[in-house]
Structures are given as C-alpha cells and as structure tokens.
C-alpha cells in the first residue's frame, strides 16, 4: 500500500526474480518466487505467460484470505510438492464469507 489510508494504491512488485518474454516464447528456465510459482515452473516445463496469471491467482487468494495457498514450514521442497499435488483449499473459516464470483476468479488462475 502507498500509505495507511482508506484511500491509499496497492502496488505489486518485487520483480527481482523475472524474466522478460515475447508474446508466443516459451520458457523452461525456472523463473520466480516459491510461494508463487506455477507448477509447470516447478516440473521444468516449458511455459508461457500463463505462469503470471497463476501468481496473479495466488497474490489474489493471499489479499482475501492472508494465507498463502500452498506454502509450508518443512521447506521449498514440501511448497512445492503442495503446489503440484493439491488443489486449493478454500474451506476454511474465512472462505465462507467470500463470495463464489471471487472464489471462481482464483480457480480460474
């Protein structure tokens, strides 16, 4: 947030972790942060800017929730696993207040 108001702009960044591409490129190069990171990234695929759609999708359920959904305290290796095996948990506590437009949007990424 740029400041602590009601008013204030949300700013996504820390693109330290990046690669730029070209609109049909694809990537086998693993590119990114953990905790955000699509599970082709993670099984050395080759893939395209979809995976940015998938961070989008987890930065999302982590502003509605404030938990990441797919993280752990055994390790990246344990992160990962998650990542590519399980589905995204939205059945607990807060989930149930936030609406299935919004749950689908996150699905959908």
Do not use: H, Q
């Amino acid at each position: 947030m740029t400041d602590n108001t009601e008013t204030a702009d949300l700013r996504i960044l820390d693109f330290g972790l990046s690669k730029i591409m070209g609109p049909d490129e694809k990537c086998t190069e693993p590119f990114g942060t953990i905790c955000y990171v699509a599970p082709e990234v993670l099984l050395e695929k080759p893939y395209t800017k979809a995976v940015d759609v998938w961070a989008i999708g987890v930065i999302t359920y982590l502003m509605l929730c404030g938990s990441l959904p797919f993280d752990s305290n055994d390790g990246d290796e344990e992160i990962a696993r998650k990542t590519v095996s399980n589905p995204v948990n939205m059945c607990f506590g807060i989930w149930k207040t936030i609406s299935k437009e919004a749950k689908d949007f996150i699905r959908n990424m």
